[in-house]
Protein backbone atom coordinates (compact mmCIF):
# COMPACT_ATOMS: atom_id res chain seq x y z
CA UNK A 1 0.00 0.00 0.00
CA UNK A 2 1.39 3.28 -0.99
CA UNK A 3 1.38 6.41 1.49
CA UNK A 4 -1.65 7.84 -0.61
CA UNK A 5 -3.55 4.79 -0.90
CA UNK A 6 -2.60 4.44 2.78
CA UNK A 7 -4.34 8.25 3.64
CA UNK A 8 -7.28 7.97 0.91
CA UNK A 9 -8.20 4.42 3.62
CA UNK A 10 -7.60 6.09 6.36
CA UNK A 11 -9.83 9.37 5.94
CA UNK A 12 -12.93 7.07 4.81
CA UNK A 13 -13.16 6.44 8.65
CA UNK A 14 -15.33 9.28 10.18
CA UNK A 15 -13.53 10.25 13.39
CA UNK A 16 -14.81 13.33 14.38
CA UNK A 17 -14.58 14.06 18.18
CA UNK A 18 -17.08 15.60 20.75
CA UNK A 19 -16.63 17.74 23.82
CA UNK A 20 -20.02 16.97 24.70
CA UNK A 21 -19.53 13.48 26.20
CA UNK A 22 -17.04 13.65 28.82
CA UNK A 23 -15.71 10.19 27.54
CA UNK A 24 -12.26 8.70 26.21
CA UNK A 25 -12.27 8.36 23.00
CA UNK A 26 -14.76 11.16 22.95
CA UNK A 27 -16.72 8.97 19.91
CA UNK A 28 -16.95 5.76 19.66
CA UNK A 29 -16.06 5.62 15.80
CA UNK A 30 -12.36 7.00 16.68
CA UNK A 31 -11.98 3.21 18.25
CA UNK A 32 -13.56 1.98 15.22
CA UNK A 33 -10.45 3.05 13.11
CA UNK A 34 -7.81 2.62 16.14
CA UNK A 35 -8.82 -0.79 15.86
CA UNK A 36 -8.26 -0.64 12.00
CA UNK A 37 -4.56 0.91 12.37
CA UNK A 38 -4.01 -2.04 15.37
CA UNK A 39 -4.43 -4.44 12.89
CA UNK A 40 -2.31 -2.76 9.98
CA UNK A 41 0.74 -2.23 11.96
CA UNK A 42 0.48 -5.97 13.39
CA UNK A 43 0.24 -6.80 9.17
CA UNK A 44 3.44 -4.75 9.02
CA UNK A 45 5.45 -6.50 11.57
CA UNK A 46 5.56 -3.60 14.46
CA UNK A 47 6.27 -5.35 17.43
CA UNK A 48 4.79 -4.34 21.09
CA UNK A 49 1.46 -2.87 19.63
CA UNK A 50 -0.83 -1.73 22.44
CA UNK A 51 -4.26 -0.13 22.29
CA UNK A 52 -5.74 0.64 25.48
CA UNK A 53 -9.59 1.40 26.29
CA UNK A 54 -9.02 5.03 25.76
CA UNK A 55 -8.09 4.99 22.14
CA UNK A 56 -4.06 4.75 22.51
CA UNK A 57 -2.37 3.11 20.39
CA UNK A 58 1.62 2.70 20.57
CA UNK A 59 4.01 0.71 18.74
CA UNK A 60 7.43 0.13 18.35
CA UNK A 61 9.84 -0.46 15.20
CA UNK A 62 13.01 -1.68 16.99
CA UNK A 63 16.43 -0.40 16.17
CA UNK A 64 18.82 -2.01 13.66
CA UNK A 65 21.93 -0.89 14.81
CA UNK A 66 24.85 -1.95 17.78
CA UNK A 67 25.43 1.68 18.61
CA UNK A 68 23.33 2.89 22.07
CA UNK A 69 21.12 5.51 20.87
CA UNK A 70 18.09 7.39 21.94
CA UNK A 71 14.03 5.57 21.82
CA UNK A 72 12.52 8.62 19.69
CA UNK A 73 8.37 8.77 19.20
CA UNK A 74 6.57 10.40 16.49
CA UNK A 75 2.91 11.14 17.51
CA UNK A 76 -0.27 12.03 15.44
CA UNK A 77 -3.78 12.10 16.66
CA UNK A 78 -7.11 10.22 14.63
CA UNK A 79 -9.75 12.67 15.57
CA UNK A 80 -10.83 15.16 12.79
CA UNK A 81 -12.59 18.58 13.94
CA UNK A 82 -15.52 19.02 15.40
CA UNK A 83 -16.19 22.03 13.09
CA UNK A 84 -17.52 20.21 10.16
CA UNK A 85 -18.75 16.43 9.44
CA UNK A 86 -16.08 13.91 8.56
CA UNK A 87 -18.91 11.21 7.46
CA UNK A 88 -18.38 10.07 4.13
CA UNK A 89 -15.88 11.86 3.00
CA UNK A 90 -15.23 11.47 -0.86
CA UNK A 91 -11.42 12.88 -1.82
CA UNK A 92 -10.24 13.60 -5.20
CA UNK A 93 -7.07 13.74 -6.67
CA UNK A 94 -6.34 17.11 -8.94
CA UNK A 95 -3.28 16.17 -11.22
CA UNK A 96 -0.71 18.46 -12.11
CA UNK A 97 -2.85 21.61 -10.38
CA UNK A 98 -2.68 24.02 -13.02
CA UNK A 99 -3.11 27.51 -10.75
CA UNK A 100 -6.88 27.68 -11.95
CA UNK A 101 -10.29 27.41 -9.49
CA UNK A 102 -10.77 24.18 -8.55
CA UNK A 103 -14.80 23.29 -8.48
CA UNK A 104 -15.54 20.87 -5.60
CA UNK A 105 -19.50 20.66 -5.50
CA UNK A 106 -21.20 21.88 -8.82
CA UNK A 107 -24.97 21.77 -7.32
CA UNK A 108 -23.49 23.84 -4.24
CA UNK A 109 -21.47 26.08 -6.29
CA UNK A 110 -17.93 25.13 -3.84
CA UNK A 111 -15.40 26.80 -5.69
CA UNK A 112 -11.61 26.14 -4.17
CA UNK A 113 -9.99 29.51 -5.53
CA UNK A 114 -6.13 31.04 -5.69
CA UNK A 115 -8.25 34.21 -5.50
CA UNK A 116 -9.61 33.42 -1.86
CA UNK A 117 -7.09 30.96 -1.19
CA UNK A 118 -3.29 32.40 -2.65
CA UNK A 119 -1.93 29.62 -0.69
CA UNK A 120 -2.65 26.94 -3.71
CA UNK A 121 -0.23 28.73 -5.78
CA UNK A 122 2.87 27.65 -4.44
CA UNK A 123 1.84 23.77 -5.43
CA UNK A 124 1.10 24.64 -9.32
CA UNK A 125 2.31 21.48 -10.73
CA UNK A 126 1.59 19.53 -7.71
CA UNK A 127 -0.91 16.82 -6.95
CA UNK A 128 -3.87 18.23 -4.71
CA UNK A 129 -6.28 15.73 -2.85
CA UNK A 130 -9.35 17.84 -2.38
CA UNK A 131 -13.11 17.14 -1.01
CA UNK A 132 -16.22 17.21 -2.64
CA UNK A 133 -17.02 20.12 -0.99
CA UNK A 134 -19.77 18.96 1.36
CA UNK A 135 -17.17 17.42 4.23
CA UNK A 136 -13.31 18.13 5.68
CA UNK A 137 -10.88 15.94 4.22
CA UNK A 138 -9.31 14.45 7.26
CA UNK A 139 -5.56 15.56 6.60
CA UNK A 140 -5.60 17.19 9.70
CA UNK A 141 -4.12 14.85 10.96
CA UNK A 142 -4.84 11.18 8.68
CA UNK A 143 -1.61 13.02 6.74
CA UNK A 144 0.19 12.69 10.02
CA UNK A 145 -0.62 9.07 10.91
CA UNK A 146 -0.51 8.00 6.87
CA UNK A 147 3.30 9.56 6.78
CA UNK A 148 4.26 8.17 9.90
CA UNK A 149 3.12 4.17 8.87
CA UNK A 150 4.80 4.55 5.29
CA UNK A 151 7.81 5.82 7.46
CA UNK A 152 8.06 2.74 9.57
CA UNK A 153 7.20 0.68 6.41
CA UNK A 154 10.27 2.14 4.44
CA UNK A 155 12.70 1.73 7.29
CA UNK A 156 11.89 -2.16 7.71
CA UNK A 157 12.50 -2.39 3.64
CA UNK A 158 15.91 -0.01 3.90
CA UNK A 159 17.65 -2.30 6.84
CA UNK A 160 20.41 -0.07 5.17
CA UNK A 161 19.18 2.76 7.04
CA UNK A 162 20.68 2.73 10.88
CA UNK A 163 18.17 3.74 13.12
CA UNK A 164 17.27 3.35 17.14
CA UNK A 165 14.57 1.97 18.47
CA UNK A 166 10.97 3.78 17.61
CA UNK A 167 8.23 3.92 19.18
CA UNK A 168 4.60 5.74 17.19
CA UNK A 169 1.36 6.66 19.21
CA UNK A 170 -1.92 7.63 17.96
CA UNK A 171 -4.39 9.14 20.12
CA UNK A 172 -7.68 10.37 19.93
CA UNK A 173 -9.43 13.50 20.27
CA UNK A 174 -6.58 16.17 20.04
CA UNK A 175 -9.05 18.66 18.17
CA UNK A 176 -11.26 19.04 21.72
CA UNK A 177 -7.39 19.52 23.61
CA UNK A 178 -7.76 16.43 25.33
CA UNK A 179 -5.37 13.99 23.23
CA UNK A 180 -2.76 13.92 25.56
CA UNK A 181 -4.87 13.70 29.11
CA UNK A 182 -4.57 10.12 29.15
CA UNK A 183 -1.30 9.79 26.82
CA UNK A 184 0.99 7.29 29.28
CA UNK A 185 4.30 8.84 28.80
CA UNK A 186 6.01 6.15 31.19
CA UNK A 187 4.71 3.79 28.85
CA UNK A 188 5.29 5.18 26.09
CA UNK A 189 9.47 5.24 26.60
CA UNK A 190 11.29 8.04 24.53
CA UNK A 191 13.85 10.78 25.26
CA UNK A 192 11.56 12.84 23.20
CA UNK A 193 9.07 12.68 20.34
CA UNK A 194 7.66 14.98 17.52
CA UNK A 195 3.77 15.55 16.38
CA UNK A 196 3.45 15.09 12.85
CA UNK A 197 0.72 18.17 13.15
CA UNK A 198 1.69 20.93 11.42
CA UNK A 199 0.12 22.50 8.05
CA UNK A 200 2.35 23.61 5.07
CA UNK A 201 6.29 22.07 3.68
CA UNK A 202 8.69 22.97 6.36
CA UNK A 203 7.23 24.12 9.49
CA UNK A 204 9.23 23.26 13.05
CA UNK A 205 7.27 24.90 15.30
CA UNK A 206 8.04 24.39 19.64
CA UNK A 207 6.10 27.74 20.72
CA UNK A 208 1.83 27.26 20.94
CA UNK A 209 -0.63 29.49 22.60
CA UNK A 210 -1.40 29.23 26.21
CA UNK A 211 -4.72 28.53 26.06
CA UNK A 212 -7.92 29.42 28.33
CA UNK A 213 -12.21 28.22 27.60
CA UNK A 214 -14.45 30.74 29.25
CA UNK A 215 -18.21 30.28 29.86
CA UNK A 216 -20.24 33.51 30.74
CA UNK A 217 -23.26 33.13 32.22
CA UNK A 218 -26.25 35.31 32.08
CA UNK A 219 -29.12 35.04 34.38
CA UNK A 220 -32.46 37.45 32.81
CA UNK A 221 -36.14 37.98 34.18
CA UNK A 222 -38.77 36.99 31.93
CA UNK A 223 -41.85 38.80 31.84
CA UNK A 224 -44.65 39.39 29.58
CA UNK A 225 -43.77 41.55 27.22
CA UNK A 226 -46.90 43.70 27.10
CA UNK A 227 -46.44 44.28 31.51
CA UNK A 228 -42.42 44.39 30.94
CA UNK A 229 -41.44 47.81 31.96
CA UNK A 230 -39.38 47.86 34.84
CA UNK A 231 -39.54 44.47 35.72
CA UNK A 232 -38.08 42.71 32.48
CA UNK A 233 -34.21 41.52 32.54
CA UNK A 234 -33.26 40.44 28.82
CA UNK A 235 -30.19 37.76 29.34
CA UNK A 236 -29.76 38.12 25.81
CA UNK A 237 -29.09 41.92 25.68
CA UNK A 238 -26.53 41.23 28.74
CA UNK A 239 -25.04 38.63 26.19
CA UNK A 240 -24.74 41.09 24.04
CA UNK A 241 -22.86 43.81 25.98
CA UNK A 242 -20.21 41.91 27.45
CA UNK A 243 -19.67 40.65 23.96
CA UNK A 244 -19.27 44.25 23.11
CA UNK A 245 -17.11 44.83 26.49
CA UNK A 246 -14.03 42.90 25.11
CA UNK A 247 -11.66 44.58 22.51
CA UNK A 248 -12.70 44.39 18.88
CA UNK A 249 -9.54 44.01 17.34
CA UNK A 250 -8.40 41.33 19.71
CA UNK A 251 -10.17 38.72 18.22
CA UNK A 252 -8.67 35.89 15.46
CA UNK A 253 -9.80 37.71 12.11
CA UNK A 254 -7.95 40.55 13.60
CA UNK A 255 -4.45 39.05 14.87
CA UNK A 256 -1.65 37.16 13.20
CA UNK A 257 1.70 36.03 14.56
CA UNK A 258 2.15 36.15 18.75
CA UNK A 259 -0.85 38.44 18.98
CA UNK A 260 -3.32 36.99 21.01
CA UNK A 261 -7.42 36.76 20.71
CA UNK A 262 -10.72 36.19 22.55
CA UNK A 263 -12.42 34.44 20.41
CA UNK A 264 -16.04 33.59 20.65
CA UNK A 265 -16.96 30.38 19.86
CA UNK A 266 -20.67 29.57 20.86
CA UNK A 267 -24.16 31.69 21.83
CA UNK A 268 -27.54 30.36 23.27
CA UNK A 269 -30.01 31.18 25.39
CA UNK A 270 -33.39 33.18 25.92
CA UNK A 271 -34.98 36.11 27.68
CA UNK A 272 -34.53 33.88 30.76
CA UNK A 273 -30.78 33.01 30.45
CA UNK A 274 -27.96 33.06 28.03
CA UNK A 275 -24.58 31.77 27.72
CA UNK A 276 -21.49 32.26 25.54
CA UNK A 277 -18.25 30.93 25.33
CA UNK A 278 -14.75 31.81 24.39
CA UNK A 279 -11.64 30.39 24.03
CA UNK A 280 -8.65 32.70 25.37
CA UNK A 281 -5.32 32.31 23.37
CA UNK A 282 -1.75 34.23 23.92
CA UNK A 283 1.90 32.83 23.59
CA UNK A 284 3.18 35.38 26.35
CA UNK A 285 2.07 33.94 29.60
CA UNK A 286 2.22 37.11 31.23
CA UNK A 287 -0.52 38.49 28.68
CA UNK A 288 -2.56 35.08 28.72
CA UNK A 289 -2.83 35.51 32.65
CA UNK A 290 -4.06 38.91 31.96
CA UNK A 291 -6.26 38.04 29.16
CA UNK A 292 -8.21 36.08 31.57
CA UNK A 293 -8.26 38.66 35.17
CA UNK A 294 -9.87 41.21 31.85
CA UNK A 295 -12.72 38.40 31.56
CA UNK A 296 -13.26 38.40 35.33
CA UNK A 297 -12.69 42.02 36.09
CA UNK A 298 -15.69 42.93 32.74
CA UNK A 299 -17.99 40.11 34.90
CA UNK A 300 -17.30 41.68 38.26
CA UNK A 301 -18.38 44.64 36.29
CA UNK A 302 -21.43 44.08 34.83
CA UNK A 303 -22.70 42.69 38.06
CA UNK A 304 -21.79 45.60 39.83
CA UNK A 305 -24.11 47.14 36.76
CA UNK A 306 -26.70 44.49 37.01
CA UNK A 307 -26.57 43.21 40.56
CA UNK A 308 -25.34 40.40 41.95
CA UNK A 309 -25.25 37.63 40.37
CA UNK A 310 -26.47 38.16 37.56
CA UNK A 311 -23.16 36.61 35.52
CA UNK A 312 -21.29 34.09 36.23
CA UNK A 313 -17.89 32.96 34.60
CA UNK A 314 -16.78 29.56 34.67
CA UNK A 315 -12.94 29.33 33.42
CA UNK A 316 -10.66 27.07 33.02
CA UNK A 317 -6.72 26.35 31.48
CA UNK A 318 -6.36 24.12 28.35
CA UNK A 319 -2.90 24.06 27.86
CA UNK A 320 0.62 26.09 28.09
CA UNK A 321 3.21 27.44 25.55
CA UNK A 322 5.87 24.52 25.13
CA UNK A 323 8.37 26.45 24.63
CA UNK A 324 9.87 26.97 28.28
CA UNK A 325 10.02 22.73 27.90
CA UNK A 326 11.85 22.41 24.86
CA UNK A 327 14.51 25.44 25.45
CA UNK A 328 16.80 23.13 27.14
CA UNK A 329 16.57 20.75 25.13
CA UNK A 330 17.20 22.13 21.61
CA UNK A 331 19.01 19.76 20.40
CA UNK A 332 15.74 17.77 19.20
CA UNK A 333 15.33 21.09 16.69
CA UNK A 334 18.31 21.27 15.13
CA UNK A 335 18.12 17.35 14.30
CA UNK A 336 14.53 17.92 12.48
CA UNK A 337 15.89 21.57 11.09
CA UNK A 338 18.69 19.35 9.82
CA UNK A 339 16.65 16.68 8.69
CA UNK A 340 14.56 18.65 6.90
CA UNK A 341 17.38 20.34 4.92
CA UNK A 342 19.01 16.99 4.28
CA UNK A 343 15.96 16.25 2.65
CA UNK A 344 15.45 19.44 0.39
CA UNK A 345 12.98 21.00 2.49
CA UNK A 346 13.62 24.52 3.88
CA UNK A 347 12.69 25.05 7.19
CA UNK A 348 10.07 27.05 8.22
CA UNK A 349 10.44 28.14 12.25
CA UNK A 350 7.00 29.62 13.49
CA UNK A 351 4.49 29.64 16.77
CA UNK A 352 1.39 27.53 16.10
CA UNK A 353 -1.91 29.74 16.47
CA UNK A 354 -3.05 26.85 17.59
CA UNK A 355 -2.18 24.35 20.38
CA UNK A 356 -1.27 20.60 19.75
CA UNK A 357 -0.63 17.46 21.32
CA UNK A 358 2.88 18.48 22.04
CA UNK A 359 2.38 20.86 23.96
CA UNK A 360 0.62 18.88 26.86
CA UNK A 361 3.34 16.02 26.27
CA UNK A 362 6.29 18.27 27.03
CA UNK A 363 4.17 19.18 30.03
CA UNK A 364 4.33 15.51 31.28
CA UNK A 365 7.94 14.94 30.34
CA UNK A 366 7.87 13.93 27.13
CA UNK A 367 9.47 17.29 24.97
CA UNK A 368 7.60 17.08 21.19
CA UNK A 369 8.01 19.63 18.92
CA UNK A 370 5.60 19.74 16.08
CA UNK A 371 6.90 19.00 12.36
CA UNK A 372 4.23 19.69 9.33
CA UNK A 373 2.10 17.04 7.96
CA UNK A 374 1.78 19.38 4.48
CA UNK A 375 -1.85 19.79 5.05
CA UNK A 376 -4.08 22.85 4.53
CA UNK A 377 -6.88 24.68 5.21
CA UNK A 378 -7.97 22.39 7.69
CA UNK A 379 -11.34 21.64 9.48
CA UNK A 380 -13.33 22.72 6.56
CA UNK A 381 -14.61 22.24 3.29
CA UNK A 382 -11.91 24.04 1.56
CA UNK A 383 -9.13 21.89 2.95
CA UNK A 384 -6.33 20.17 0.91
CA UNK A 385 -3.17 18.38 0.56
CA UNK A 386 -0.68 18.10 -1.95
CA UNK A 387 0.93 14.72 -2.36
CA UNK A 388 4.43 16.01 -2.41
CA UNK A 389 4.12 17.44 0.78
CA UNK A 390 2.44 14.08 2.89
CA UNK A 391 5.97 12.46 0.54
CA UNK A 392 8.56 14.99 2.12
CA UNK A 393 7.06 15.22 5.50
CA UNK A 394 7.72 10.75 5.65
CA UNK A 395 11.34 11.61 3.91
CA UNK A 396 11.80 13.82 7.27
CA UNK A 397 10.64 11.18 9.78
CA UNK A 398 13.07 8.51 7.51
CA UNK A 399 16.07 11.02 8.02
CA UNK A 400 15.19 12.11 11.91
CA UNK A 401 15.67 8.58 12.57
CA UNK A 402 18.71 8.13 10.66
CA UNK A 403 20.08 11.47 12.29
CA UNK A 404 19.95 10.51 15.97
CA UNK A 405 21.55 6.84 15.17
CA UNK A 406 24.82 8.67 13.44
CA UNK A 407 24.99 11.42 16.60
Known sequence: MTLVDRFLKYVSFDTQSDESTGLTPSTPKQMVFA????????????????????GYLFATLPGNTDREVPTIGFIAHMDTSPDMTGKDVTPRIVEKYDGSDIVLCVEEDVVLSPSQFPELLKHKGEDLIVTNGKTLLGADDKAGIAEIVSAMVYLKEHPEIKHGKIRIGFNPDEEIGEGAHHFDVEKFGCEWGYTMDGGEVGELEFENFNAAA????????????????????????LANQFITLLPSQERPEHTDGYEGFYHLVGIQGDVEQSTVSYIIRDHDRAKFENRKKE???LVAQMNAEHGAGTVTLELRDQYYNMREKIEPVMHIIDIAFAAMEAVGVKPNVKPIRGGTDGAQLSFKGLPCPNIFAGGLNFHGRYEFVPIQNMEKAMKVIVKIAELVASK
Not at 35 to 50: M, N
Not at 215 to 237: C, T
Open 35 to 54: EYLKKELESLGLEDITLDEH
Open 214 to 237: AKIIFKGRNVHPGYAKNKMVNSIY
Open 295 to 297: MER
